[in-house]
C-alpha cells in the first residue's frame, strides 16, 4: 500500500486535472469537448478510486496504532496504557508527521498544542511541546550524560518560561569587599561611626532558543516504536553536546557565555607552549575560591592525557602516574582519577593541547542555568519528499553564565585575586 502522504499528492494532482479543463472550457466560452468529457470522466472515476485507497489506508494505520497499545499492554511493560498520552516519542513524532502532511488529526496533539501557545507565544508554525512524559526522560539523560548541567545552579523555567530573569546580587569584587562594601571599624568611645553602604550588583538570564534538526526516513517512522528509541538517542546526543560546548566555552552572542570567555575566570599563562606542567597545576590549584558550596572538577581534553601521564616535579619524579622511570612500573592500573585529591573529567568537548581552555580547574555551582520553554517539536516533509523522508525540528531555550562578573580579591590581600573559574591558558 502507498503512503498517505504520496497518495494525498497524487489526489492533488488529479483535482488540478479536473480544475484545468473546467476553467479552459469556461475561459474559451464553450462546453467542453467530447474529448475533454472523456479525459474529465476518467480523471474523476480515478478521483474516487483514489480517496478509497486513502481512507482505507487512514484506517490501517489507526487499526496498527491501537493493536499496539493492546501488545504492550499484554507484555505488561508499562501498565495501563493512558488514552491522552503517546506511548513513545516515536508516536509523537509520527503523530506530527501525519498532522503535517496528511492533515490526520490526533486528539492527543491538541493538548500539546495548546501547552505550546500558552508557554512560548509563538505562531502556527512553532510545533508541539514535547509532552512532560518524555521532557523527564530527556532532562534526566541531559543531567547524567552532560558535564556542566549536573553541577551546575539551574532555574526552572517558570512562568512566563523566557522571560528575562534578573535578581540582585551582593557586588563581592575587589573593588568593593567580601562583604559588598560594608566596612567594619573600631570605633572608640564617643567616635562618630562611618557610614557604609552595602552594593549590589544585577544578574541577569534571558532564554535564547537553540534548534535541533533530525532527518528520519517515512519507513523508520511508520515503525514508531523501533523510531522512539532512535529518534531519543539521537536527539539527547545532540542536545547534551550542543548545551556542554555553550556552556564551556559559549561567547555569549545567542547563546549561553561559557566559563572559559566570561570575566569572572582567571586565566593562567602555562609555562611553557602546548604542554602542562606539574607547576601550572599547582599554581592554578592556589587562585581558586576556596569558600561556598559546590566541589571542584578538574576539566581536561583528551589531548592533555600525555602530558600528564608524563609530568614530573622539579626533581624529575612522576607526580600523577605512579611511574617510576622505567616506563613499567605504575602503568599496569588505569590512570589516576584524581589530581590534588579532586576529581578529573576528560572531555572531548574541550579545545586540545595548548590552546587556551584545553584545562580547567571549576566549581560549577557559580555557573547559572535557566531553562525556558520547550522542548517542542515541528515537523515538514516536503524539503525530502523526494527522497521519501521526514525533517523533525525540535527547539528549546536556555541562557546559562557564570554567577560572577570578575574575579574575587582575597579577604587580606585584595589585590590577588581569586575565581571558580580558573583557565590554563595560553603560553
Known sequence: MKKIIELKHERAELVAELRTLLDKAQNEGRSMTAAEERIYKNTDNDLE????????????????????????????KA????????LNIGELFHAVARKKADGI????LDALYEKREMTMGTGATGGYALPEQFDSTLRAVVAQSGIVRPRATVIPAGSPPDAKLTFPSLDQTAAQNIYGGVTVVHTGEGVTMTETTANLREVSLEPKEISAYIVVTQKLLNNWEACGTFIS?????AMVGQEDMDFISGNGVNKSLGFINSAAAITYTRAGAGGVTFADCYTMLSRILMRGSGSYVWLASQTVIPQLAAMVDAGGHAVWSGSKGDGLAG????????????????????PALGTKGDMSLVNLSYYLIKDGSGPAVASSEHILFLSNKVVFKVVWNVDAHPWLTEPLGLEGSPGNTVSPFVILGDA
Open 49 to 76: 478510486k483514489l480517496d478509497a485507497e486513502i481512507l482505507a489506508a487512514e484506517t490501517d494505520l489507526e487499526r496498527r496504532r491501537s493493536v499496539a497499545e493492546r501488545e504492550l499492554n499484554g507484555r505488561g
Open 233 to 237: 538517542n539521537t536527539l539527547i546526543s
Open 331 to 350: 602503568a599496569a592500573g588505569p590512570l589516576p582519577s584524581d589530581l590534588f585529591g579532586i576529581p578529573v573529567i576528560f572531555s572531548d568537548r574541550l
Open 105 to 108: 488529526s490526533d486528539s492527543r
Open 79 to 86: 501498565g495501563v496504557v493512558k488514552t491522552d498520552e503517546f
